[in-house]
């Protein structure tokens, strides 16, 4: 494609999730002391020319409600949808879009593109940890694109298929995705028969209906008890309590501990280090519940834990998940 056709752009550009477009700017400005006004808005993009990306040396350095963030981008003017896809597979192989308009066109040039699952996952769901660029139309002949980006997700989100019935709570999305991601990340398998659970705040039962159906056993507190059906499961122990004030020696080692209780960051800090200083877990995943504005200095010593990861969820709102796994070489 003529060099004329393609104008390679400073910064970075940010895809915000549904609705957290807010949150997205008050991280860049609360947590990254980055305070400019995005250069151009493309529906949940933001394209910020100004960013200085050149710092950025981890994760850590973007911003978590960024689903996906353009690391290079760039505009590619065309004439036709042919010619937009040519000039997209010279770059790279792999592209999924974000639409916002012109979704007709998008459809037409995704179909000349090699073959990217876009569609709702079935859990479990194991995604490939392979570069996948992203797209945007933001008129009918032109584009924001990148090849590097932040997610080896297709446009940075995953949707699952959902359950209407058997779940006692929609908060099972959560984990199903907090456990695609840990072995997205980490390579980490899913819980299975013969691992031991321990879930804090169980009640209703949805992480715990997801565990034991993967034939973990779960050990699961709360002061209320789980839905009926969980409370008969052979798989499942119930204990009614503050789960907060039990101590790891009082539980046991577990190959797994969870957290979706809603507390202020600071004790759940305190709650994981007791974990992990115990050195009676191997794998954990919790939700750092947000009790007004984010507390970005708790969030910070979560992220500093080693072996840590912090995202941002399809299926979080006001909230980030917090993940320390087992890394396994996924070579």
Not at 227 to 238: D, S
């Amino acid at each position: 494609m003529p060099d004329n056709k393609i104008e390679k752009l400073s910064g970075a550009a940010f895809l915000a999730y549904p609705e957290m477009s807010g949150m997205l700017k008050t991280e860049l400005a609360g947590r990254l002391n980055f305070n400019s006004k995005p250069t151009a808005v493309y529906g949940d993009l933001l394209y910020y020319a100004d960013f200085p990306i050149e710092n950025v040396k981890d994760e850590n350095d973007l911003p978590y409600w960024s689903r996906s963030t353009m690391l290079e981008p760039m505009i590619i003017n065309f004439e036709s949808i042919g010619e937009a896809a040519t000039a997209l597979k010279e770059i790279q192989r792999s592209w999924a879009p974000y639409q916002y308009q012109f979704f007709r066109r998008a459809n037409l040039i995704q179909e000349k593109l090699p073959y990217v699952n876009l569609k709702v996952r079935k859990f479990p769901v194991k995604i490939p940890n392979s570069p996948i660029g992203l797209y945007t139309l933001i008129t009918d002949r032109s584009m924001i694109c990148s090849a590097k980006t932040s997610s080896a997700i297709p446009a940075g989100q995953i949707v699952f298929e959902e359950d209407h019935e058997n779940p006692p709570s929609r908060a099972y999305l959560k984990i199903q995705e907090s456990l695609t991601m840990a072995n997205l990340l980490n390579g980490t398998p899913l819980p299975k028969e013969g691992e031991r659970c321990f879930e804090a705040g169980a009640c209703p039962g949805g992480w715990t209906w997801v565990l034991a159906g993967l034939g973990a056993r779960v050990y699961a507190v709360d002061r209320a008890e789980l839905a009926p059906e969980l409370m008969q499961n052979p798989l499942v122990t119930f204990q009614a309590h503050d789960a907060f004030t039990l101590k790891p020696k009082d539980i046991g080692y577990c190959d797994w501990v969870f957290s979706d209780v809603i507390c202020y960051p600071e004790r759940l800090l305190k709650w994981v280090k007791e974990w992990l200083e115990s050195g009676l877990v191997r794998n954990m995943i919790c939700t750092i519940k947000m009790q007004g504005e984010p507390e970005w200095d708790v969030i910070r010593q979560f992220a500093e834990i080693p072996g840590s990861r912090i995202v941002h969820l399809n299926y979080n709102k006001h909230e980030l998940t917090w993940i320390h796994c087992q890394k396994i070489s996924q070579n």
